[in-house]
Nanobody, 126 residues
Framework: QVQLVESGGGLVQTGGSLRLSCVASGRSFSVYGMGWFRQAPGKEREFVAAINWSGERRYYADSVKGRFTFSRDNAKNTVVLQMNSLKPEDTAVYYC???????????????????WGQGTQVTVSS
């Protein structure tokens, strides 16, 4: 099991920005895709963004496209979600996760991810 630690959540006003980081342990970090998911109170966990093993392919939920940017630094075993123009609807616990399989086109379905962090709370005030 890969150990994942998220950080960077907090309270921000509408239109503000936050940067979430996720640091992963494991020697094979660079061969797996990574995903960010979020879960709001009373809601199902939903896809936010994904990045493939090399960082060359990135995917975003329509709700965050143009506002969020997903990047990775394999040398630091770290992925970052830059969140701009935040809205109250973005309020949720955000989780990073590791794809179950290496070297594939990274999926959007949370069931396709094997290891999860504990999450970091993002709250956007109106």
């Amino acid at each position: 099991q890969v150990q994942l630690v998220e950080s960077g959540g907090g309270l921000v006003q509408t239109g503000g920005s936050l940067r979430l980081s996720c640091v992963a342990s494991g020697r094979s970090f660079s061969v797996y895709g990574m995903g960010w998911f979020r879960q709001a109170p009373g809601k199902e966990r939903e896809f936010v963004a994904a990045i493939n093993w090399s960082g060359e392919r990135r995917y975003y939920a329509d709700s965050v496209k143009g506002r969020f940017t997903f990047s990775r630094d394999n040398a630091k075993n770290t992925v970052v979600l830059q969140m701009n123009s935040l809205k109250p609807e973005d309020t949720a616990v955000y989780y990073c996760a590791v794809d179950r399989f290496s070297y594939r086109n990274v999926p959007r379905d949370p069931a396709e991810y094997a290891d999860w962090g504990q999450g970091t709370q993002v709250t956007v005030s109106s």
